[in-house]
């Protein structure tokens, strides 16, 4: 177990910045310890409890692979505890995943009541964080759902880190354009530094590439 948390561990600082975890051995472990997690949640007497400092990484690399069954299984462990240190754990990775309807419930699910309104902007941030794809949905929803952001989050941090959360990291100049002419249309209270800062690194990565 020492051997697999010291991957595990490995995987998912690797993914969290944006990389994959393609060891096939751990991914077929984290498997293993997800499915005797998720009986043991189910029956105490069954199963065994992934270790919690490893359980965020152990996570992240079943949800990357998309199985909507894995999915269900987070959601429902979700659900069954009253600790905001899991159910962080498990909210901020729900957006990871190839599944594009399954992202698109993450957005849906971030907004709900079962997430608090400070946690929000970090269950979108999963969505930005899965890839081009995943990046380009959550930009969409924060565009498609701005006013809720603004009532919600004007003047303060968490407004901040959602716009730099989900449009600093687009590649190409059309995105750009496209986060310069959304923010010159829509006001951006106490962001503006932030939306400077992505415009700045959009650019950047778009040079580089």
């Not at 051997?3 to 600082?13: A, E, K, M, N």
């Amino acid at each position: 177990l020492l051997q697999v948390r010291s991957c595990v561990l490995s995987s998912g600082i690797n993914a969290e910045y944006g990389g994959k975890s393609d060891d096939e051995q751990v991914i077929e472990k984290c498997h293993e310890l997800f499915a005797s997690h998720v009986q043991h949640a189910a029956d105490p007497a069954a199963g065994k409890q992934i270790p919690a400092d490893i359980r965020g990484a152990v996570y992240l690399t079943v949800r990357q692979k998309g199985e909507e069954k894995n999915y269900r299984q987070l959601m429902e462990l979700f659900k069954q505890t009253d600790l905001h240190e899991e159910r962080d754990r498990i909210q901020r990775i729900l957006g990871y995943g190839p599944n594009d309807s399954l992202r698109a419930e993450t957005l849906e699910f971030a907004m709900s009541k079962s997430v608090r309104s400070n946690d929000t902007p970090f269950v979108i941030a999963g969505v930005a964080y899965s890839g081009a794809e995943g990046r380009e949905q959550a930009w969409t929803f924060v565009k498609n759902s701005y006013p809720v952001f603004l009532e919600r989050y004007s003047g303060g941090f968490l407004f901040t880190r959602l716009v730099k959360e989900t449009c600093s990291s687009f590649t190409d100049m059309d995105k750009y354009k496209d986060v310069e002419k959304f923010f010159s249309e829509n006001k951006a209270p106490s962001a503006e530094r932030a939306v400077k800062q992505s415009l700045e690194s959009i650019k950047l990565r778009s040079a580089w590439l």
